[in-house]
């Protein structure tokens, strides 16, 4: 089973920042917050991940909370082209599986 | 660009038949896993292979098996195939798990 739990759908309008939050209270030390997205009828697209520091890259950023029992992934100026299904994943580093719940279905619209 | 390529794209196949499904990944990714994708649903991984050998494997049966070649490509092999077959198969690939996982856009497979 999946060690997180998300929303199952949010709406962000266009140009404005979507924040997705996903809980992972049962985080060990060694395991690592990773992030993916699937746009329909494509394969996942790996976005950002972390351990317990805050990350950014070009495509978001994400907020590990102190406690790392909750992150949130920021894109900061949603495009129409972000509607997606995004899943929030804990893995440690000698994992070999990721394991998908069934994400946030996020929908952006102008 | 995704930079893993998966063939073909589409697949009929006929229950009881046995079905090998590509995977061509980019030099220097020793790690590809293999996950399966019925609609509605996430991913499910099957398996891993690091360096040509399995190294990790998810609740599926026998039945299905791969293969990791030295020029960075692999195959999933599923025997005796089943209606419940039918899915979405994506082949995944990194040169380092730290990295993230550059995922090909999928082979889907129907059982009829």
């Known amino acids: 089973d999946a060690k997180t739990t998300q929303p199952t759908s949010m709406d962000c309008a266009e140009g404005r920042a979507a924040n997705l939050p996903c809980n992972h209270s049962?985080?060990?030390?060694?395991?690592?917050v990773y992030w993916y997205r699937q746009i329909h009828s494509q394969g996942p697209q790996y976005i950002i991940h972390?351990?317990?520091n805050n990350e950014t890259n070009e495509m978001a950023s994400l907020i590990i909370t102190e406690d790392r029992k909750s992150s949130t992934l920021i894109l900061p100026h949603a495009t129409l082209r972000d509607t997606a299904v995004y899943y929030c994943?804990?893995?440690?580093?000698?994992?070999?599986?990721?394991?998908f719940g069934k994400g946030t279905t996020l929908s952006v619209s102008s | 660009e995704t930079g893993v390529t998966q063939s073909p794209t589409h697949l009929i196949k006929t229950r009881g038949q046995q079905v090998t499904l590509r995977c061509s990944s980019q030099?220097?990714?020793?790690?590809v896993s293999w996950y399966q994708q019925a609609l509605g649903q996430g991913p499910q991984f099957i398996f891993q292979?690091?360096?040509?050998?399995?190294?990790g494997r998810g609740n599926f049966p026998p039945r299905f098996s791969g293969l990791q070649f030295p020029n960075y490509s692999s195959e999933l092999n599923v025997n005796a195939l089943e209606l419940d077959d039918s899915a979405l198969y994506l082949c995944?690939?990194?040169?380092?798990?730290?990295?993230?996982?550059?995922f090909g856009s999928g082979t889907r497979l129907t059982v009829v």
């Open positions: 049962t985080i060990s030390g060694n395991e690592y």
């Open positions: 292979y690091y360096r040509e050998e399995e190294n």
């Open positions: 995944a690939s990194t040169p380092d798990r730290n990295y993230g996982y550059t």
């Open positions: 030099s220097g990714h020793n790690t």
């Open positions: 972390g351990l317990k």
């Open positions: 994943i804990v893995i440690n580093q000698a994992g070999t599986a990721l394991i």
